[in-house]
């Protein structure tokens, strides 16, 4: 983490065993602290108390009926948030057979939560996080820990400690620097208690995955099915803090690239741009990245967050290809440009 001109409030702590300790000491007092995920980083809280739950909601200023997803440290610590005896004939297989696959990974599951827990929703979402150093703190303290995204409400989403102090500084007690988050984009979150399992958000997990290690269908919400069943996916998301944002096709761009504007998009349409539209404007900011999905999804939000270096900008997305290895990237590109994917 290195960032010269930003004043750091908040307490940021190294993975050290007396980094992972001192923030483990501080969720037991039910303080609030980011922690890093293979997706992106985290906003923790104890999920079992209700003022950490209001530290985590206030610092995020996140509506009130979004609910939040519990990351535990095993398998069965998960199972227990279930009602296991409401669940459908073979939803446990269901539960077995991608905890055993995709767990610790980015992958949430969604069914009928256990009498007793706190929440207005008669379901929850739960799942393992990868980083080990989050796996011992989860193990440290014991509960299971609530982690939303770590940034305020509909700004993009952080794979990094500078994103975190972005936009949270000064809101909440701790961050601890895990270096910068692999997948980039968030989890794919499952509902599994339902005649067809059924994807609520697109994640780094496939459709195509799920349904290989499931050997059933797997559908995906659609818009028009009726109301949300994923409360989150109705508000604004991912907005960097820029003037208008637009997801435009590669061929639209020129328009956007003549008058100076940020643009970004894959490396092979910002390369196509470049070639066919010389001389290069003057003050035309592109930000070029990977071809591949899994690279460009990486370094999806920092690009965001680069482009708020020039506020006065328009910000203009390069629209990716429309087949599945980009589905989620697709979706966190239209609704950054503050539309609805379906999803
Ligand atoms: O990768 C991730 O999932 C990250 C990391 C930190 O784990 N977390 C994350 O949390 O993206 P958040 O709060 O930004 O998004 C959680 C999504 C929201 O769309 C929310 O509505 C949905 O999960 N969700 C939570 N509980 C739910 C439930 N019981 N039923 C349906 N959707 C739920
Ligand atoms: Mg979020």
Redesign the pocket.
């Known amino acids: 983490m290195n960032e010269t001109a930003l004043e750091v409030i908040t307490k940021v702590l190294d993975g050290s065993e007396s980094g992972k300790r001192e923030a483990a000491a501080i969720l037991r007092r039910d303080g609030i602290v980011a922690l890093p ?1 293979e ?4 906003l923790a809280g104890n999920a079992l108390s209700l003022k950490a739950l209001n530290k985590i909601y206030e610092a995020k200023n996140r509506p009130a009926d ?4 519990w ?1 535990v440290h095993s398998a069965e610590c998960a199972l227990k948030l279930f009602d296991r005896k409401a669940m459908r004939e073979g939803v446990l297989k269901r539960f077995e057979l991608l905890a055993e696959h995709f767990w610790p990974g ?1 992958l ?1 599951l ?1 069914a009928k939560k256990a009498p007793g827990l706190p929440g207005a ?1 008669a ?3 739960v ?1 393992i ?1 990868r980083p080990a150093l989050t796996l011992d703190i989860l193990r440290d303290v014991n509960f299971p820990l609530a ?3 770590a940034n305020l409400s509909s700004r993009p ?1 952080p794979t990094s400690c500078l994103h975190v102090l972005k936009t949270l500084n000064g809101r909440i007690d701790a961050i601890v620097d895990g270096g910068t988050c692999d997948g980039g984009v ?2 794919t ?1 499952l509902l599994i208690d339902e005649p067809r399992p059924k994807i ?2 697109q ?1 780094l997990i496939s459709r195509t995955k799920l349904a290989l290690v499931l050997d059933e269908s797997v559908i995906t919400h659609q818009k028009e099915q009726g109301p949300l ?5 109705a508000y604004l998301h991912y907005a960097p803090a820029v003037g208008r944002i637009s997801l435009q096709s590669a061929r639209e761009t020129v328009t956007a690239w003549r008058e100076g504007h940020t643009i970004i998009g894959r490396k092979l349409d910002i390369d196509e741009l470049k070639r066919k539209n010389k001389p290069r404007p003057s003050c035309a900011l592109t930000i070029a990245l990977d071809n591949d999905p899994e690279h460009f999804a990486q370094t999806l939000y920092g690009a965001l967050y680069e482009a708020e270096e020039r506020p006065q900008s328009e910000l203009i997305l390069v629209m990716p290809p429309t087949s599945e290895p980009w589905a989620a990237i697709l979706d966190r590109l239209t609704r950054a440009a503050g539309g609805s994917s379906g999803f």
């Open positions: 995920t997706t992106v980083y985290g979004n609910p939040l997803i990351h980015p949430t969604v929703l379901s929850i979402a799942r996080p982690m939303p995204s989403s968030e989890s979150v609520l958000r994640g069943a994923s409360p989150g996916q």
